[in-house]
């Protein structure tokens, strides 16, 4: 004779549930969500499709490294450099910024020294050369509560 158990077992509904809130606990982890900006993480896996298109994303300063430019990140993401000129925004190390610009494929020094009439072969920016970067439009930081 066989024995039925007597030990309750989940639902499928509850087995659900419990899924989803995890999945809204681990939401909150790594840069914020800003509303109409896709979160950086998700934009770094993916940044070779997004090349040539115009992004709009939410991220964390790592660097202001000059007057040109600064360099954003995550927790679980490198850094990628954004060119912009820094005089028309105030930010820091460590505050989250929403970014709109133009992935552009390989940053080449020389080739913007051209084009931007910019010293851009520094060191730093050596350190960038042959990977993505955008060229921002627009660099706003964004209220934390």
Known sequence: MMRRST?????AAAVAVLAAAAGLALTGCGTENVEGAMPYDEFYEQRADYVGQEVTLSAEVEDVISDDGLTIDS?????????????RVDVEEGQLVEVTGTVQDAFDPTTLDDQAEEDFTDEFYQDYEAQPYIEATDVTLVAQD
Request: net charge negative; no cysteine.
């Open 75 to 87: 927790a679980t993401s490198d850094s990628m450099m954004v060119l912009y000129d820094m005089d």
């Open 7 to 11: 030990t309750p077992t989940p639902s």
